[in-house]
């Protein structure tokens, strides 16, 4: 399936620690998606980025639209139980969303 | 005002039977995605509707999968002849325009016997 590369694959660590994580694709993107996603639910968005080099935060969430427009990156500080799930990043080029393979965050209290 | 909203939330059904999963859009949204999860796995993309344009229909894995949608309303994804590798959860996810992010609905898990 059409998918995009995202790393790392799953992560523990441990309660107060920082988190990242990034997505890169073989294209070009125009916008940058950042999502998480808790136990049978949908994915809610965190983070939307549209121009090249731009950094956008949301409370502990920081995003980056990587310069080459081909990435993107997602940082979580200071990590609280809660923020446990699988964060997904998904890009857009001229036409349609495609999503990355995800990350599982576990965070050890 | 009302998500996106999918039914069945989930489904069960012998292989070889064929299934239908609804999704109403977020009213006024013009873009419309279905995309399926297998268990732990990412989301693979299946198809985009766009307003009345063509469907994208690259990502539907065979001639088994299609999907329609009314103008710009109600979307309805048919698996015929299902088998146990089609068992996933299908999310469907709208947006207001091309560029504008993604709303998702809590998708329809489905398990084929």
């Known amino acids: 399936g059409q998918q995009l590369n995202q790393s790392p694959q799953s992560m523990f660590i441990q309660e107060g620690e920082d988190v990242s994580m990034n997505c890169t694709s073989s294209?070009?993107?125009?916008?940058w998606l950042w999502y998480k996603q808790d136990p049978g639910e949908g994915p809610v968005l965190l983070i939307a980025?549209?121009?090249?080099?731009e950094l956008t935060s949301n409370g502990r969430l920081t995003a980056q639209f990587g310069i080459t427009r081909k990435d993107s990156f997602l940082n979580i500080s200071a990590s609280i139980p809660s923020d446990v799930g699988i964060y997904f990043c998904?890009?857009?080029?001229?036409?349609?969303?495609?999503f990355g393979t995800g990350t599982r965050l576990k965070v050890l209290a | 005002g009302a998500g996106v909203s999918q039914s069945p939330s989930n489904k069960v059904t012998e292989k070889g039977k064929d299934v239908e999963l609804r999704c109403d859009p977020i009213s006024g949204h013009t873009a419309l995605y279905w995309y399926r999860q297998r268990l732990g796995q990412g989301l693979e993309f299946l198809i985009y509707?766009?307003?009345?344009?063509?469907?994208?229909k690259s990502g539907l894995p065979s001639d088994r999968f299609s999907a329609e949608r009314t103008g710009e309303s109600v979307s309805t994804l048919t698996i015929q002849r299902t088998q146990q590798e089609d068992s996933a959860v299908y999310l469907c996810a709208s947006s207001q325009i091309p560029n504008s992010p993604l709303h998702f609905g809590n998708g329809t898990r489905l398990t084929v016997t």
């Open positions: 509707f766009q307003g009345n344009s063509a469907p994208d």
């Open positions: 294209s070009i993107f125009n916008t």
């Open positions: 998904a890009g857009r080029g001229t036409y349609k969303y495609i």
């Open positions: 980025l549209y121009k090249a080099g």
